[in-house]
């Protein structure tokens, strides 16, 4: 069974109040990312937040953020995601939960 | 002048409310901040709720609250790649005036319970998020700081129902970060469909509704499980599995998802839906021994942020509300007996819990998260020779009945061996006795 999933098309169906260039999740050091040998972030991330890119890093895109802190989680061992709540009244916004 | 309250609670979760509703009830000056647009925003649930920890806290609930479908059938599933093997069990006595279990939408539910603290005089300010505790010298906590301007206020005690990221306590160094085999990630849509549909394919009538847990492929040998739920116009499904095996997996969640709404054995039952939501959210699943220091000098911690939830059971919601309620109830006892809110009279908490199913609960299931975690085969190698060997049994074939029961031991036994058969069996009753 090989189903194409478009995560773009599952998270257009949710309302978010974005707070532009104010990203709540930041990765601290690229390096530790290209060292990084699981990039597990980029398979575990519910909203495909994170994606390998071509400088062997990681490219992290919140604006599809669910807020759920899988990401922090995986990350502990090597403390690289600085990880906190948007503002107040920001973010992901679930209609039916 | 920095405002003081009786009491400060963190969230508008289940926890939080109920913990809000019980102190504003007893005419306590009480202040729920929640960072979310509108209370539920942020909150993801199957959602089962169970109606008893609700009825405590508000014993009409009925009258009002916005359930979806009384619970009539359970189901429970195993699914093989293309087949399942379960049980189901229905019974026409689940269609009383007072049901015990309901299908919800959570964010009707949070809504409404935040009106029935603000008709009980507790203050709510949504859109707000708790950045800090406020300490004084002595390590007390007396309030909290938030990210509004001069956002700073005080209160005896800081109730902190923050739910499963528990970010408060963690910076206040009461709680360490979230182990990955102690927490699983959910992802759920919420699919909505014609009544009617949902009625014809799951045999309903009115308000009647089925649910299903799900285990088995699905979850592609991870630890986790799946469900599927009726409410009244619309069909959640979702699925779930340790965070530290979508760490060593290579399957992200909302493929996982994609591929159960895709089973030949579930697709017929969602057809012709239409998604309108999908959510993300982490589910405490360390049990008990995972359960971090409960109270301190001016400050609990209730619901998720306490890891109070009964995975085996899917109970997460009603662990939140009795905890919430028990810890406001030690709030009003001591303020009623003019003590201060120190560690060891907030101590009472824990003997609450302790007395009640939240923690007699856990601390039954206590070696089950531990077990599943070691032993994937329930997982993986099971739900394979199990609806194989449903296949083989009910294949009718001019097999006699001997042979085949002989071919379905074998199988079993070359999946795992008889000693690991036993070995299992006993692993689980320990794990639940
Ligand atoms: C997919 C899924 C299915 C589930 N199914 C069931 C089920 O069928 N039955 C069941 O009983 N349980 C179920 N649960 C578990 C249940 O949802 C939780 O146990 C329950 O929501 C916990 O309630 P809570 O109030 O402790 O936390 P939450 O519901 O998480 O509430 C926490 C609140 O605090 C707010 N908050 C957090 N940090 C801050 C801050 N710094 N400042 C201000 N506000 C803050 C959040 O916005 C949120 O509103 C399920 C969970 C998931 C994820
Ligand atoms: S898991 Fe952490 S260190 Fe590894 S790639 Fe992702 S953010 Fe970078
Ligand atoms: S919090 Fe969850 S949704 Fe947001 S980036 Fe991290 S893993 Fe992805």
Redesign the interface.
């Known amino acids: 069974m090989s189903i194409v999933v478009k995560i773009e098309e599952k998270l257009y169906q949710n309302r978010y109040i974005v707070d532009e260039s104010r990203p709540h999740i930041r990765i601290r050091s690229e390096a530790e990312c290209k060292s990084c040998t699981s990039q597990a972030c980029t398979v575990c991330c519910p909203a495909a937040c994170y994606s390998k890119n071509e400088a062997g890093t990681v490219t992290l895109v919140t604006d599809g953020c669910l807020e759920c802190g899988t990401c922090r989680v995986i990350c502990q061992d090597k403390e690289n995601i600085q990880w906190d709540y948007p503002r107040g009244g920001y973010g992901i916004s679930y209609k039916f939960g | 002048m920095v405002e003081k309250f009786d009491a400060i609670v963190i969230g508008a979760g289940p926890s939080g409310n109920a913990a809000a509703y019980t102190l504003a009830k007893q005419g306590l000056s009480v202040l729920q901040l929640e960072?979310?647009?509108?209370p539920?925003?942020?909150?993801?649930?199957g959602g089962i709720m169970y109606a008893a920890e609700l009825e405590k806290i508000i014993p009409d609930f009925r009258d009002d609250c916005p359930t979806e479908r009384h619970i009539i059938e359970q189901r429970i599933w195993l699914l093989g790649d293309d087949n399942y093997i379960g049980t189901n069990y229905r019974s026409d006595a689940f269609n009383t005036e007072t049901p015990n279990r309901y299908t919800i939408?959570?964010?009707?539910i949070?809504k409404w319970f935040s009106e029935k603290i603000r008709a009980a005089g507790g203050l709510q300010i949504?859109?707000?998020?708790v950045t800090e505790l406020i300490h004084d010298a002595a390590g007390k906590v007396i309030g909290v700081r938030?990210?509004?301007e001069g956002g700073e206020i005080h209160a005896d005690v800081v109730i902190m129902a923050d739910g499963?990221?528990a970010?408060l306590a963690k910076r206040s160094g009461y709680q360490k970060?979230?182990a990955?085999e102690n927490?699983a990630?959910a992802?759920k849509?919420?699919l909505f469909i014609d009544p009617e549909l949902i009625q014809q394919r799951f045999g309903l009538k009115g308000d009647e509704g089925v649910v299903i847990e799900i285990m088995g492929k699905v979850t592609k040998g991870m630890v986790g499980t799946a469900f599927l739920y009726t409410n009244k116009e619309?069909l959640t499904i979702g699925i779930g599995c340790l965070?530290s095996d979508?760490?060593?997996?290579?399957?992200?969640?909302?493929?996982m998802l994609?591929?159960l709404k895709?089973h030949p054995v579930i697709k017929p039952l969602i057809e012709g839906a239409e998604?309108?939501?999908?959510?993300?959210?982490?589910i405490p699943e360390g049990g008990y021994k995972a359960v971090p220091q409960l109270y301190g000098d001016g400050w609990m911690v209730v619901g998720d942020a306490a890891h109070f939830n009964n995975a085996a059971h899917r109970e997460g919601s009603n662990l939140a509300m009795a905890s919430g309620r028990m810890a406001a109830e030690t709030v009003i006892e001591l303020k009623t007996a003019g003590k201060p809110f120190s560690a060891a009279n907030l101590a009472a908490y824990k003997a609450r819990l302790d007395d009640s199913f939240v923690m007699k609960d856990l601390k039954k299931y206590r070696n089950l998260p531990g077990i599943m975690h070691e032993n994937k085969q329930f997982f993986g190698a099971y739900p394979d020779t199990l609806t194989a060997a449903a296949h083989n049994w009910f294949t009718v074939d001019s097999v006699d009945k001997r042979t085949k029961e002989k071919e379905i031991m074998k199988s079993f036994v070359k999946k795992r061996s008889v000693l690991g058969l036993v070995g299992d069996a006993i692993k689980l009753v320990r794990a639940v006795r």
Do not use: W
């Open positions: 960072r979310g647009e509108y539920g925003a942020k909150n993801v649930q939408i959570r964010a009707n949070d949504c859109e707000t998020t938030t990210d509004r499963v990221n970010l970060e979230l990955p927490v990630l992802v849509e919420i619309s965070i979508f760490k060593q997996g290579s399957v992200p969640p909302y493929k994609e591929d895709n998604m309108k939501e999908y959510a993300a959210h982490m």
